[in-house]
């Protein structure tokens, strides 16, 4: 099956530093999203980008489909960043479910 | 902005006893999934459920598992007879025809004890 990495697995930044997560997929995907587990566990949507670019405040992601990979922009980093970065994805099969990637733990510091 | 919502927020059972996970998906979705994240570990896919019949499950969807629509709203996972293994955080996601993008509740965190 498809295998999604991430990377780095961790980084900690001080606050208002910028930062570029990545994630790798080995195979075509249909869709991708971003997530942000926050310390409660909650899985926050941050981006649904199969493709192209989009930009949200101080986030934006870039999937290059043709290349297996998506990059998520953190600027200006503040510590309520802090937590678990998620990238899922599902492949061209048409089943729609979601394979998460490994995650970045991202640590924000005051 | 309409959610997905899922309740209990956290439920602590007994090893044995049977659980029931509830979940609202947004109103107009008709594509219902469930996803499984075991502490400190990424997040797995159970199963998904569409037009009353599961359409795809995991290999951890076995018999201890299944899933009901039992109304026009709700959207339920039960375990029958929980183990200890079976401790995570459960997402409950849903999905409108036609398009891609998932939304998922803010989970259960089911602890067995």
């Known amino acids: 099956g498809i295998q999604v990495e991430q990377s780095p697995p961790d980084l900690i930044l001080q606050e208002g530093a910028n930062s570029t997560l990545r994630c790798n997929f080995s195979d075509s995907v249909n869709n991708l999203q971003w997530f942000h587990q926050n310390p409660w566990g909650q899985l926050i949507n941050l981006f649904y980008?199969?493709?192209g670019t989009k930009q949200n405040g101080r986030l934006s992601a870039t999937t290059v489909a043709t290349e297996r990979y998506s990059l998520l922009y953190i600027s200006s980093s503040q510590t309520t960043d802090s937590g678990v970065y998620f990238c899922a994805v599902d492949t061209t099969s048409g089943t729609y479910k979601y394979i998460f990637g490994t995650g970045t733990r991202l640590k924000v510091l005051a | 902005e309409p959610e997905v919502t899922q309740t209990p927020s956290h439920q602590v059972t007994q090893m044995g006893q049977e659980v029931i996970l509830r979940c609202v998906p947004i109103s107009n979705h008709l594509y219902f999934y469930w996803y499984r994240q075991i502490l400190g570990q990424k997040v797995e896919f159970l199963v998904s459920?569409?037009?009353?019949?599961?359409?795809?499950k995991s290999e951890i969807f076995d018999d201890q598992f299944s899933v009901e629509r039992p109304d026009g709203s709700n959207f339920t996972l039960k375990i029958r007879s929980t183990k200890l293994e079976d401790s995570a955080m459960y997402f409950c996601?849903?999905?409108?025809?036609?398009?891609?993008?998932?939304?998922f509740g803010p989970g259960t965190r089911l602890t067995v004890l």
């Open positions: 996601a849903s999905r409108k025809w036609g398009y891609n993008e998932q939304f």
């Open positions: 980008i199969p493709s």
């Open positions: 459920f569409y037009n009353n019949e599961i359409s795809e």
